[in-house]
């Protein structure tokens, strides 16, 4: 199986090499809000579980100085080739996190982790990694709001996309308490994909989701460091958007 490519709104098309997760409706959501972010020239963005760089070459396209992370080396190539091809400079590091960038600090850190809720004990293999979470499916998501903090400057930024499957108020308050105060900027419902659909009946015995229900809700979190350096501007947080159709899922 060969690689296949993936095109985004006003950008050249993406590689994606086989058990590398695509770009998709949650990945196009979240770059919206990036781009709302006031990202100047130089600006450090850090993107987490970067998957095929769809994310991290959005910021770069910015101008920022952007380090994305994978656990996967499928992944960390696939964004490496990305990078080349669209001619933007990325660092690229393998590694588990923040862990990968524990001697560094960010602007802006973008995040489109895995987020499915999953039968078992959450050790998935291969692509799966990608979407499995574990059985309430915030196996990474509370991991990077206990860790997102110290690596995150004064005044910085932490934009998150997930499923509301998992909870959006368990991850604004669980970034309250990292000492992020955090809300949901955007929301929009899209019809269930294969991941989701393969597993409804499971979901449903978990009371996730409704007998009835037949789209998923998709939320970007967004978390401000509390102290801002003096010559930051002031900014007021951004009001809930809703996007008519922005599918891990």
Not at 62 to 89: F, K, M, P
Not at 175 to 199: M, N
Not at 200 to 210: F, H, T
């Amino acid at each position: 199986m060969g690689a296949v490519t993936v095109t985004l709104p006003q950008s050249r098309p993406v590689v994606k090499l086989p058990g590398v997760y695509p770009a998709q409706h949650d990945t196009q959501l979240l770059l919206r809000a990036l781009y709302r972010e006031d990202i100047g020239a130089g600006a450090e963005v850090l993107d987490l579980g970067t998957g095929c760089g769809a994310l991290a070459l959005g910021a770069a396209r910015q101008g920022a100085r952007v380090t994305a992370v994978d656990i996967s080396w499928r992944a960390v190539l696939t964004t490496r080739v990305n990078a080349w091809w669209a001619r933007q400079r990325v660092t690229v590091r393998q590694g588990d996190l923040t862990a990968a960038v524990r001697d560094r600090s960010f602007d802006l850190i973008v995040s489109n982790p895995p987020y499915v809720p999953t039968p078992g004990n959450g050790s998935s293999r291969g692509a799966a990694r990608a979407w499995d979470a574990g059985r309430d499916g915030r196996l990474l998501i509370d991991r990077i709001c206990d860790t997102a903090p110290g690596v995150l400057r004064p005044g910085g930024v932490l934009l998150m996309v997930h499923s509301g499957l998992c909870g959006a108020e368990r991850t604004v308050r669980r970034l309250a308490e990292a000492g992020l105060p955090a809300a949901v900027s955007d929301r929009v419902r899209i019809p269930f994909g294969p991941v989701v659909r393969s597993r409804l009946a499971w979901l449903r015995s978990q009371g996730l989701l409704d007998g009835g229900q037949d789209t998923e809700e998709l939320v970007i979190i967004r978390a401000q460091h509390p102290q801002r350096p003096q010559h930051a501007q002031h900014s007021q947080h951004p009001r809930t958007h809703h996007s008519p159709h922005p599918q891990r899922s």
